[in-house]
């Protein structure tokens, strides 16, 4: 774990981030990704959880009404069937459909509470911004590199 905290110590440290004093505040920041990936990870589950039971009821619906759409003796019951069906299908895609936009609606939820922890933690670090910006002719150089590997297609 040492190893890996020092590579990426340095590797911020090349991207200009100041605020990386020790290990301690990088295992801080770690762990908090652990929690929200864990957390993003339960939120999945349960949204998987959510679709898989509307579907599963949606099914037990929808036989039973084929097998009423079979029993049908008169073109208003095989209407009132089909009719039937249709709103099952649409009440799943419904019910799918929100299960989903309750999981996005999480999932925005948690970043933009960790993307407000972050801004907090750069404003409160010492030094003012926690940032260091990078030197102009450092920014040139990668620019360059970045061009001259596109144009070389490696």
Known sequence: MTMGLERLNAL???WGISNVNG????????????????D????YAEASEREMKATLAANERLAHLLQKLLHSRNPQEVMTAQSDILTVFLEGVSRRARAWTDLMEEIQARCMAMTRNLATEVSQSPGGD????PSAKRARQVGQRSRAHLRTGA
Request: no cysteine.
């Open 130 to 133: 926690g940032v260091t910006k």
């Open 40 to 43: 993003l990870q339960k939120a």
């Open 23 to 38: 290990n301690s505040s990088l295992e801080g920041q770690v762990g908090g990704f652990k929690t929200i990936a864990l």
């Open 12 to 14: 911020l440290g090349w």
